[in-house]
């Protein structure tokens, strides 16, 4: 009975052990690295419109000029090196005034409103600018109105344009300065296999504005 019990305990402890091997052959598992190889090829157009969600052009922008590919490899690590894994957000901590308009009017000794328009430039993407003028009121030197905000990039904008879709505006320091965030789209053009592609980039930039 003892030399039974020692043969069914051995076979137990052999089932235990070997177990785990079997299961583990039974899953295997692709690296991450060859996952990525393999998501990563691009060989066709359609295979850049996918990884990029470009779209096709028609009809350029007047002023456009398509930045030229001479094959889909080429524009792939392009557009990676510039779109893949890169903030999107416009680093603006630090915006320059570059052009500076006052127009006023004064109604007697005690109200005096003018009429301002100023321009600021902060940097957008790479070596390309936004220029936001605002046009507002001022009524003895407090911000009264804000009447017009438009925009418009500068700079290396060779194969880009831009459309302002949207702002919001803050009143700060008692209504002696105002602050705004603009928000649009960036769009850069290219030419790939005789075909013309655009991305199109969500931005917004900060700025202030102060009413003296």
Excluded: C
Excluded at 18 to 24: M, R, S, Y
Excluded at 174 to 193: C, D, H, K, Q, S
């Amino acid at each position: 009975m003892k030399k039974m019990f020692r043969i069914l305990s051995s076979i137990v402890l052999a089932t235990t052990v070997l177990a785990p091997a079997v299961f583990a052959e039974e899953a295997p598992t692709l690296s991450s690295e060859k996952i990525s190889t393999e998501e990563a090829k691009v060989t066709t157009l359609e295979d850049l419109d996918r990884k990029f969600n470009l779209e096709s052009v028609d009809v350029l922008p007047k002023g456009v000029i398509p930045l030229k590919f001479n094959s889909v490899t080429e524009a792939d690590q392009y557009l990676s090196s510039k779109y893949l894994n890169v903030s999107q957000t416009a680093d603006n901590d630090n915006f320059s005034q570059m052009s500076e308009s006052n127009a006023g009017n004064t109604t007697g000794e005690i109200l005096s409103t003018q009429t301002i328009t100023k321009t600021k430039s902060t940097k957008l993407q790479g070596r390309i600018n936004l220029d936001v003028t605002a046009v507002y009121i001022l009524k003895n030197g407090y911000i009264y109105s804000l009447e017009k905000v438009t925009s418009d990039i500068s700079g290396e904008t060779t194969n880009f344009s831009w459309k302002q879709t949207s702002y919001t505006e803050k009143r700060l320091d008692a209504n002696r300065t105002i602050a705004l965030t603009v928000y649009g789209e960036l769009t850069e053009y290219m030419y790939v296999n005789g075909q013309i592609r655009k991305i199109v980039t969500s931005k917004n930039v900060y700025v202030e504005f102060h009413g003296a």
